[in-house]
């Protein structure tokens, strides 16, 4: 408690410095003389030494800059140096520059000073990592690919695409992690419209936090967070689509068109998705089974998976008005997506099933307002609301049991082994769960003065939640169960810039609570007949979380970076009321976990010489957890493949670790990036919090089912006119190390997942006119054994195509 009131006192102590300066933002876009963008300029306020770089469209933007009349510098490689007059004033001042192609001529060396948005976010004193995904959109690449290939982050999937995903940031997993699309929890969109259906060309960027999140995230989240930034360019009316096939009968289809009136500022936006595969691919490891009539298990057995075919279809649709006196974007918007899904297997891959499906269906309806300078110069307010209702419709009927080859499993007798009333998984079951979802965040700061800013974020989430049993209705009513979550997080940051903008600190301050209620049915018999009565269960919770990030710039390519926090992270109504559809069983006693995380990292760079550039960066991280909250991993040999399991709460661990990231460019025609993550992810002291098993016996122990080893590299190589003149060809290449791992507790060779080492190869031609890119994509082109949660294998060698085509100016 003392340590609460002290950081209060600090808190509001820092307030006190408050002032009043005005400030407004600069922003535009860079265009040649043919209207085209210019990728990569810089502009620098000459007074004021400020600079910024444009992106890929041609757009820039600086924050927080003083009023007053400055001279704006634009330079880039590719167009000769301009100097324009502009004037900052109220809000946000507009200045769009047009300057003239540089004609032939050699360029010994060239400087570039300023910031990039990826830069200016990783050097904002958080553990963190941008993902950029330029190159990836053009590409038959998944978005969690890209997050795969991330320094520190492990994609943990049961399987091929569109099976369950869970995501590991340095040895914390589940819930742990936060996933967001634009700041909203991906939960509340539902399992038709996640990472694995949104294609890249839909992102912008992708933010991987790790530890300390920002304010705009503010969440009960421990092991940090994902936050996928959909496109939102409105410099200029444009479409683009792409279509994609490939191995295991893949097809990707997506499109997107962008519409703004320059006059009233009137916008809107669409973007669309289709997904389908059979995911028919081979398995013939040490996980894939074989099980004779005699009860004989045959390992390593080659088969093809079947009854494994995944279906997505989305749209998402958003009208208003953007860059207006009124608000900088009010915008209304409709997210629909759908899924249909065999699912072949449990948790692991011990047999085969057959007639389980899902269905699953989502209407999200969302509404964004943020306006800078609100009322008063530095007052700025975002809100983001977001209304779900989503079902899943899960069926599980057939009672025959199956081996991998597709036939029946035969009793001694050769007779197909059935079970009466029993499905795939257990008890036959045919089951609805309707989840409405609302969530609330917003957002209020004030710049106090230039360099200081002082925010209340709010964050509101509630479901409501039936599931249904539709097999097995009474005379008086059905098998209904209904829960109800909430959820509210307050958190009050204070951010400040120092020593001339060297020393960037966040002090936050949060306080959550939530509240769970389930009501359960209870079938009794009264007078011959069936009757319904309820039992009514309820938990409260309410914690408090604090902590710092800081950055400091010893030299402008040379920045510490450190974080700690004290973290609380609720659990989700996944583990608390579990899923049928990802095999979680529910646990109603599981527990909040806390945990203190600290980082401290550097980045280095870039450093230029002669043709050569070079990027380094490192992170070391501790986090100290109470009551951590796992999925439940057995402990014993003799009953391993378990195919449905609840999370629990198993005491205390500790996790330490050290993550680097290499890169290095040559020419702006090479660029190479090597990344490895290597931890140690303890379990000191507890007990399996479901079956009350004491686990001394594993105190020391590195927890189980988790990679604690990974390595990745990648290489792009760009080649400017090969067949056609102004044409661009670039080849890549990209590869995954995994070490190996236990799946369980016990140390057990067939229970231990092999050391993984995939090869990836890829080619992207882009045309002349700039409108049309062919890509190629060869994964896993040496078939190695790849293998996830639990032991599942994942697809082998895979071949892809995909056309792009888009038009920027309409």
């Given amino acids: 408690m003392y340590m609460h009131k002290t950081l209060l006192f600090i808190f509001l102590s820092l307030i006190c410095f408050a002032g009043n300066a005005q400030t407004g933002s600069l922003s535009g876009r860079v265009t040649n003389e043919n209207g085209a963008a210019v990728e990569g300029a810089t502009l620098k306020i000459k007074e004021l030494n400020r600079s910024a770089i444009t992106d890929m469209e041609g757009k820039y933007e600086l924050r927080s800059v003083k009023y007053g009349s400055y001279t ?16 900052v004033g109220t809000g946000n001042t507009v200045m769009n520059v047009k300057v003239k192609s540089a004609g032939a001529r050699a360029l010994e060396q060239v400087f570039i000073e300023g910031k990039t948005e990826k830069k200016t976010i990783e050097t904002s004193g958080f553990a963190i990592n941008v993902v950029e995904t330029k190159e990836a959109s053009l590409r038959n690449v ?21 099976s369950a995903v869970e995501y590991n940031l340095n040895g914390m997993s589940g819930r742990s992690v936060g996933i967001f699309i634009d700041g909203i929890e991906i939960s509340t969109y539902g399992s038709s419209f996640n990472l694995n259906s949104i294609p890249p060309s839909m992102v912008e960027r992708i933010e991987v936090y790790k530890g300390v999140l920002p304010a705009h995230l503010s969440g009960d989240y421990m092991g940090g967070a994902i936050n996928v930034v959909l496109k939102k360019d409105i410099s200029q009316n444009n479409i683009a689509a792409s279509i994609s096939y490939g191995s295991f009968n893949t097809y990707q289809v997506d499109a997107s068109a962008m519409y703004r009136n320059s006059k009233n500022g009137f916008t809107a936006k669409a973007s669309g998705f289709y997904t389908y595969t059979d995911n028919s691919y081979e398995t013939w490891g040490k996980f894939s089974k074989f099980i004779t009539p005699d009860g004989q298990v045959e390992r390593y057995y080659r088969a093809r ?18 860059n207006v006196k009124w608000a900088d974007a009010l915008l209304l918007g409709y997210n629909g997506s759908s899924t249909d899904n065999e699912i072949p297997h449990g948790q692991v891959m011990a047999k085969p099933y057959v007639g389980r499906t899902s269905e699953a269906q989502a209407h999200v309806f969302n509404l964004i307002y943020n306006k800078k300078d609100l009322f008063t110069n530095g007052l700025s307010l975002n809100v983001n609301g977001v209304y779900s209702d989503r079902s899943t419709y899960l069926q599980d009927t057939v009672g025959y049991l199956y081996n991998w080859d597709g036939n029946y499993r035969l009793d001694f007798y050769n007779r197909p082994m059935y079970r009466e009333g029993y499905g795939q998984q257990g008890l036959d079951v045919i089951t609805d769960i309707s989840r409405r979802i609302t969530t609330l965040r917003s957002n209020l700061s004030y710049d106090i003065f230039s360099g200081h800013r002082l925010s209340i974020n709010h964050v509101y989430y509630t479901v409501d939640r039936d599931d249904e049993d539709l097999l097995r209705p009474v005379a008086n009513g059905s098998l209904k169960t209904i829960s109800d979550l909430q959820k509210q997080i307050t958190a009050f940051n204070y951010e400040a810039q120092l020593f001339g ?3 960037k600190t966040n002090l936050f301050l949060k306080y959550y609570q939530q509240n769970v209620g389930r009501t359960t049915p209870i079938v009794s018999t009264v007078g011959g007949q069936n009757v319904v009565n309820t039992a009514r269960s309820d938990k409260k919770i309410d914690a408090t979380g604090y902590g710092l990030a800081a950055s400091y710039a010893l030299k402008p390519k040379i920045v510490l970076i450190a974080s700690a926090e004290q973290a609380v992270r609720m659990p989700g109504d996944t583990e608390i009321l579990g899923d049928p559809n990802e095999n979680v069983l529910s646990n109603f006693s599981i527990r909040p976990e806390v945990a203190r995380n600290i980082n401290l990292g550097f980045r280095l760079g870039n450093f230029e010489i002669d043709k050569h550039r070079i990027s380094v960066s490192g ?13 439940q991993v057995n402990s014993t040999l003799s009953d391993q493949e378990v195919e449905v399991s609840p999370f629990m709460n198993i005491g205390r661990a500790k996790s330490l670790g050290f993550e680097a990231e290499l890169g290095y460019a040559y020419s702006n025609r090479l660029n190479v990036m090597f990344t490895f993550s290597k931890f140690n992810s303890v379990f000191k002291q507890g007990d399996d919090s479901v079956t009350g098993q004491r686990l001394t016996q594993y105190e ?17 190589y760009r080649l400017n006119n090969v067949l056609q003149k102004n044409s661009l060809l670039n080849l890549f290449y990209n590869f995954g190390y995994v070490a190996p791992f236990r799946t369980v507790w016990p140390e057990s060779e067939w229970f231990t997942t092999p050391t993984q080492f995939a090869q990836d190869l890829g080619l992207s031609y882009k045309f002349p006119d700039r409108k049309l890119v062919v890509s190629l994509d060869a994964k896993n082109i040496l078939n190695a054994e790849i293998y996830d949660n639990f032991g599942v294998q994942k697809p082998g060698r895979a071949f892809f195509v995909k056309l792009n085509y888009s038009i920027n100016r309409l």
């Fill in 142 to 162: 998944q978005t969690n690919e890209l997050l795969d290939r991330t320094v520190g982050v492990r994609v943990r999937q049961n399987g091929g695409l569109g």
């Fill in 619 to 631: 992170n070391a991280f501790s986090r100290n957890i109470k009551d951590r909250i796992v999925r």
């Fill in 305 to 322: 998976r079947f009854n494994d075919s995944f279906k997505s279809t989305g749209g998402r649709f958003e009208l208003g008005f953007t």
């Fill in 501 to 503: 903008d060297k020393l």
């Fill in 700 to 716: 020391g122990e590195q927890l189980p089912n988790e990679p604690f080893f990974t390595m990745n590299g990648n290489a792009q």
């Fill in 72 to 87: 704006l510098v634009v330079s880039a490689l590719q167009t000769d140096a301009k100097s324009v007059s502009v004037k």
